[in-house]
């Protein structure tokens, strides 16, 4: 997930190669800029919106797939790349993207609340952290730098900071951008998976999750829990701010609504998607395996949303700690040792609920173009069966 590769220069009407390149791995027509019809901006999106049984995000010289968003309403697919954000309609055809971020772009949200996209943004280099936000109704042509136009504003995260550079060895020195050290407070490596819904500790009302990245490292026991801050972003206007990389900005909350920790045992850069299901009300953290042999090493947990927080203590710590700690829900592989409860699936590199039963679980792959790698992604229709290992089933559009 640390791809910084430079994001392939697209026209308006694309370049021969990118669209055979498109087209190699199930793109739409690359020349089309039209979206599809919307469903009705009066209708249940439960009840009325068809879903394709796929939507191609295209093929690009950027960072492989990070996360997927989606605007139902106005017929839309947000995919993150890394360093390169694609909009596209439900036919995968490209409407828009905003290139020019060197930092870290990876899951995506659609706020339905204020109608933008809001992503995880890491600059590790400049200890900066922030939410990023798209005004996806301004993201009109291909190629919109994110420093010159108005299609990005961008909020500080000062907590993450805080445990990012946690000096716990108390040696006087921040060891950078590694996992092989003692210090990063829970081995915190910055953040990633990104989803709204209800407040954790169960007193209601929508909060914009951010999930904590974690380093690898078998050798430390304080970073076994996946940590999740929640913040209310409805006066978040007041901290936004344009992006500017020569001058990165800390404006944003002092600190988090509620901070919030799952017991699953260390992941390798903790959760890449996470998504927030209406339909069950559970919460879903997509991950990359961890290694180490005490624990199972799921790829997806899932977070018991008939469970407030309580109080309990956080495991491992240096000294002991008492936090917010969140259930997992108890379906699935079991592991009696640890007593992990998870599964295996996709989900690492997109995920997306539609609040029914179905979700969108994304694919990500390479195709090689006059022999340049082009990163591909695609957002794939399934429906949540529950079944073990895998609780997702393929699933074409709705009848």
Same mark, same amino acid.
């Given at each position: ?75 839309h697919m947000y995919f993150s790349f890394t360093n390169l ?79 990012? !550079? ?8 921040? @060891? $950078?951008?590694? *996992? %092989?050290?003692?210090?990063?407070? #829970? ?27 974690v380093y690898s490292n078998t050798t430390r026991t304080d ?43 260390? !992941? ?8 927030? @299901? $209406?339909?069950? *009300? %559970?919460?879903?953290?997509?991950? #990359? ?89 695609r957002a794939v229709l399934h429906r949540w069966t529950g ?13």
């Open positions: 997930m640390r791809s910084r590769a430079r994001t392939h220069v697209a026209t308006l009407l694309l370049s021969a190669v990118l669209a055979s390149a498109a087209l190699a791995v199930g793109g739409g027509t690359a020349h089309a800029r039209t979206p599809s019809p919307s469903p009705s901006a009066s209708a249940s999106p439960s009840s009325s919106f068809r879903p394709p049984a796929s939507v191609d995000g295209g093929a690009w010289s950027s960072g492989h797939l990070q996360g997927t968003a989606i605007d139902r309403r106005r017929g954000l694609v909009k596209t309609d439900l036919a995968g055809r490209p409407i828009g993207s905003v290139t020019g971020l060197t930092g870290h772009l990876g899951d995506l949200d659609f706020n339905s609340a204020d109608g933008r996209v809001y992503g995880s943004l890491e600059y590790k280099a400049a200890q900066a952290f922030y939410v990023a936000i798209f005004d996806g109704s301004r993201i009109t042509r291909m190629n919109m730098d994110a420093r010159t136009t108005d299609v990005l504003s961008t909020v500080h995260l000062r907590e993450v900071v805080r445990d990012y !550079t946690a000096d716990m060895n108390g040696d006087g020195v921040f @060891d $950078g951008n590694t *996992g %092989n050290t003692p210090d990063h407070r #829970y081995g915190c490596s910055g953040i990633d998976g990104v989803a709204f819904g209800p407040g954790l500790n169960g007193r209601g009302g929508v909060r914009l999750t951010v999930a904590y990245g970073n076994d829990h996946q940590v999740l801050l929640q913040y209310d972003v409805r006066d978040w206007r007041k901290y936004e701010r344009p992006l500017s990389e020569d001058a990165l900005h800390t404006s944003g909350p002092a600190s988090p609504d509620g901070k919030f920790f799952a017991y699953t045992g260390n !992941t390798t850069y903790g959760v890449q998607n996470l998504e927030y @299901d $209406g339909d069950s *009300g %559970n919460w879903l953290m997509a991950v #990359y395996k961890g290694k180490k042999a005490a624990f199972p090493n799921y790829g997806l947990y899932v977070l018991d949303g008939s469970k407030p927080a309580r109080r309990g203590e956080v495991k491992g710590q240096p000294r002991p700690e008492s936090g917010r700690i969140l259930s997992l829900l108890p379906r699935g592989l079991h592991h009696e040792p640890s007593g992990v409860y998870g599964y295996e699936s996709g989900g690492q590199y997109g995920l997306v609920s539609l609040d029914d039963g179905r979700y969108y679980v994304a694919e990500a792959g390479t195709v090689d173009s006059g022999g340049t790698t082009l990163q591909t992604g079944a073990v290992p895998n609780p997702f089933a393929v699933r074409g559009p709705a009848s």
